[in-house]
């Protein structure tokens, strides 16, 4: 393996919308803008852990699709496997929270460019020669025909190159809106090496729940993956939270638990996705998977005071967050 990794994530870009400070959505007449979306927000947080990310998606041939580019390519996220086309950007709005009422989102991503693609918009081979890792994750699947046949496609020709497959169980009970997931979702959790989750989104989306410790080892043993990450978010403020995960290795039968971290919580968006990003990234290091896991945790607690949908974390800091905790 180079001393640079490549890692290809993919997923919908979207641009989100709050309002400033902690006022409620439209109580102003002000919005600030961002961009990002869970597998963009992974391939942000890893190009800046020291692992070259190439982001697939599709975008409209549009200012806002232009403007999503430009952003990625701020970041030095690879775009060369980007489609363009569609009508449309999907947007998102998010009302953040400076007391203990849950964050508020409103999505208007209906009929977007990423939700009317085909499997032929992508040459999967030509675009996973030379990866060493492919990232998805549960929201993928939930938009539609076209982006689960494409990721379901993505996977096999990963499995095909012998590539790890990580699938992060994001759920969004918005998305599924009168529709069974676990069907969808249970033959991509089979393929996939490194499963990653917290327990609602387990339950919700493979209908699996289990106490303490037995979550992850059912689930490894019940889709056959080789590490299966449970994060934990526990809220005990305003804007204070704990973060924490938990690493479960199917081939050793070992249980890891990170440390607990408390913050001082900025912008809760992405935490989860700069989890992955870190635990991907040590991996990829050839890092134990103990340590992987506290790079991971480190890396999402990081995230939780940046304001945005990216976290930017370099690996030296996330490094640092982590000895600060032994």
Same mark, same amino acid.
């Given at each position: 393996?180079?001393?640079?990794?490549?890692?290809?994530?993919?997923?919908?870009?979207?641009?989100?919308?709050?309002?400033?400070?902690? @006022?409620?959505?439209?109580?102003? =007449?002000?919005?600030r803008t961002f961009f990002g979306g869970?597998?963009?927000?992974?391939? #942000? +947080?890893?190009?800046?852990?020291?692992?070259?990310a190439d982001y697939v998606t599709r975008?409209?041939?549009?200012?806002?699709?232009?403007? +999503?580019?430009?952003?990625?390519?701020?970041?030095?996220?690879g775009t060369d496997w980007i489609a363009r086309g569609g009508s449309r950007l999907g947007l998102y709005f #998010?009302?953040?929270?400076?007391?203990?009422?849950?964050?508020?989102? #409103?999505?208007?991503?209906?009929?977007?460019?990423?939700?009317? !693609?085909?499997?032929?918009?992508?040459?999967?081979?030509?675009?996973?020669? *030379?990866a060493a890792w492919f990232?998805?994750?549960? !929201?993928? =699947? +939930?938009?539609?025909d076209g982006p689960v046949a494409a990721l379901a496609r993505a996977v096999a020709c990963a499995r095909a190159a012998h590539l790890p497959v990580s699938l992060d169980?994001?759920?969004r009970a918005a998305l599924w809106h009168g529709r069974t997931p676990r069907p969808v979702l249970e033959p991509l959790a089979r393929q996939a090496d490194v499963l990653i989750g917290n327990r609602d989104a387990v339950r919700a989306l493979l209908g699996v729940d289990g106490d303490g410790?037995?979550?992850?080892?059912?689930? %490894?043993?019940?889709?056959?993956? *080789?590490?299966?990450? !449970?994060?934990?978010?526990?809220?005990?403020? =305003?804007?204070?939270?704990?973060?924490?995960?938990?690493?479960?290795?199917? %081939?050793?039968?070992?249980?890891a638990r990170s440390r607990r971290h408390v913050v001082k919580v900025l912008d809760r968006v992405g935490g989860g996705d700069c989890f992955a990003a870190g635990l991907i990234a040590a991996l990829l290091h050839d890092q134990p998977a103990a340590h992987a896991l506290e790079f991971g945790a480190? +890396?999402?607690?990081?995230?939780?005071?940046?304001? *945005?949908?990216?976290?930017?974390?370099?690996?030296? @800091? #996330?490094?640092?967050?982590?000895?600060?905790?032994?």
């Open positions: 393996m180079s001393t640079t990794p490549r890692a290809v994530t993919f997923g919908e870009m979207l641009l989100r919308l709050s309002p400033p400070g902690d @006022e409620k959505l439209f109580e102003s =007449p002000a919005l869970a597998e963009a927000n992974v391939a #942000v +947080a890893l190009n800046h852990l020291g692992v070259q975008l409209p041939e549009s200012p806002l699709g232009d403007a +999503a580019l430009d952003a990625l390519r701020r970041e030095k996220v #998010v009302e953040p929270t400076g007391d203990l009422r849950d964050m508020r989102v #409103v999505y208007d991503r209906a009929e977007s460019a990423f939700a009317r !693609i085909e499997p032929a918009d992508f040459d999967w081979p030509r675009i996973l020669a *030379g990232h998805s994750t549960g !929201i993928t =699947p +939930a938009l539609g169980l994001n759920y410790d037995a979550l992850a080892p059912r689930l %490894a043993e019940q889709y056959g993956c *080789g590490l299966v990450a !449970i994060t934990q978010r526990e809220i005990l403020g =305003p804007r204070e939270q704990a973060w924490s995960a938990t690493l479960y290795d199917a %081939a050793t039968k070992t249980h480190a +890396a999402g607690a990081l995230k939780l005071a940046v304001a *945005g949908d990216f976290g930017r974390a370099t690996r030296a @800091e #996330v490094e640092d967050a982590v000895r600060q905790c032994t």
